[in-house]
């Protein structure tokens, strides 16, 4: 198994570009999420998602919309790049399984927005 | 509202020496409390969780963490820290969601000779 992926590694972007952050996981977990890492404030929540269809807003979903097609995948979509976005962006995916859960994380995007 | 609160943002300890980390949480119910260490330049590693049961919970790399319900704590220990140890550490709470989880904002760790 791969575990979680996450492409590309490294993006430069300018003020008002769009991008998408690709997530892929290959453990068939039914729970996905985004998170951004900045200094001193550990991980936030962007966004989650409880299974194909349905996702909801974490704690900073401002700027950022997601979607999920299928159990695999779960794409992060920036719509206009603003410098406060400048950070790493970690994916994750947990199942859960006798009334216990744990999430696995990928390697992580760090984006820069000029 | 949910909360994780670790106290120490940066610690440094010698190499064989204890290590404790603090985390302090708030919520309503039970909640599922996880650690987790961040080498540099690396994703986040699942060192232990407590889900229910004994409050005194083992993980990897000799870590262990004892639940303290009265205290609201999940504090993190290891005996005797390799160099090796040097990292990021976070803790993190489960509530009621599957699937959604809150992190606090990390305890740095030195390791010095």
Redesign the interface.
Known sequence: NAGVTQTPKFQVLKTGQSMTLQCAQDMNH????W?RQDP??????IH???GAGIT?Q??VPNGYNVSRSTTEDFPLRLLSAAPSQTSVY?C?S?Y?AG??????????TRLTVL | AQSVT?PD?HITVSEGASLELRCNYSYGATP?L?W?VQSPG?????LL?Y??GDTLVQGIKGFEAEFKRSQSSFNLRKPSVHWSDAAEY?C?L?GDS?????????TQVVVTP
């Open positions: 039914e729970y996905m999420s998170y001193g404030m550990g991980l936030r929540l989650y998602s409880v909801d974490g704690e970690f994750a947990s859960s009334g216990q859960d744990e999430q696995f994380f990928g390697p992580g | 670790q943002i599922y996880f987790y690396q994703g986040l590693q699942l969780k889900f229910s976070f993190a489960r599957w699937g959604k989880f809150q992190f606090g904002a990390g």
